[in-house]
């Protein structure tokens, strides 16, 4: 049977590391680099990696020989590649089948696109057709609007006229190869996934599905194993506090007998 995986998601704002509450408020965590690191000795299943810098400009104002400063998104995709012994999806800014072969030729493994696909839907299946379906995730920002799941684009700034699963259907059916859901409400919130949201996606799609938004506790993970069709359980902020918190989350569900990947395979450091 196929194992559930465990992903965790790091944010990159102008060259730095964040996290996030409600899309809205971000705090400055440090070098993304190190993260990254940390995330591959603890034998994450698989990386997520989104940037959400809104004007261009990366700069962690400091340059020596073990940071150096980087200027742009691609340098530092090319610096996680080299720590990262996981695959690694990198989102973010992604608006023409040139800004994914630049991603993929840096070392992403996949592509994660939100706001263009919304814009265009077409541009899901061009992607998959020039790259493969399993390059192509599609990031879905939704947010409860008066009893409805809708989508937003623009970071979870503009509102769109979909809703989550309609949504979800149109990208498989354009091609996409998997599902990134994620709760703007939910987001750093630490009460736990929308469960009635992934719960409708993951039902309405056959491609994989990673949920994400609002883990607070590794019960969260298992309560959407448990409620929902999701093939993986992504987070952020949490993975940043807790110490060797990958191997504690995966000892957690793998001792209550869900079928991730067991704790016992991590590196000795990381334990």
Not at 65 to 84: C, K, Q, T, W, Y
Not at 89 to 110: C, F, M, W
Not at 157 to 179: D, F, L, Q
Not at 185 to 206: F, Q
Request: glycine share 8%; aromatic share 8%; with cysteine.
């Amino acid at each position: 049977m196929k194992k559930k995986r465990l992903i965790p998601v790091l944010l990159l704002k102008n060259g730095w590391l964040v996290q996030s509450k409600g899309f809205r408020r971000y705090q400055n965590l440090g070098n993304p680099i190190t993260a990254v690191k940390r995330l591959s000795e603890w034998a994450s299943d698989e990386l997520v990696y989104l940037d959400i810098t809104r004007d261009n400009v990366y700069d962690m104002r400091r340059d020596d020989i073990r940071h150096p400063n980087r200027g742009s998104l691609f340098e530092i995709i090319e610096d996680v590649s080299r720590m990262a012994f996981m695959p690694i999806t990198v989102g973010g800014r992604v608006k023409s089948v040139n800004d994914i072969e630049q991603r993929l030729k840096v070392g992403a493994d996949k592509v994660a696109i939100n706001t263009q696909a919304l814009r265009t839907p077409e541009f899901i299946d061009e992607g998959a057709r020039q790259f493969g379906s399993q390059c192509i995730v599609i990031s879905i920002d939704v947010k409860q609007v008066e009893g409805r799941a809708m989508v937003f684009s623009e970071g979870g700034t503009a509102a769109t006229e979909w809703e989550a699963v309609a949504w979800a259907r149109r990208a498989e059916s354009e091609g996409a190869g998997e599902i990134f859901l994620n709760s703007i409400d939910r987001d750093g919130a630490k009460t736990g996934y929308d469960i009635e949201l992934l719960d409708a996606v993951s039902s309405a799609v056959s491609i994989p599905v990673i949920a994400c938004g609002g883990v607070g506790e590794w019960a969260h993970m298992a309560e959407a194993l448990d409620r929902t069709k999701v093939d993986a359980v992504a987070a952020a902020n949490i993975f940043h506090y807790t110490d060797q918190s990958v191997y504690l989350a995966k000892k957690f569900l793998a001792d209550r007998g869900y079928n991730v990947r067991s704790p016992d395979l991590l590196p000795e450091g990381a334990r």
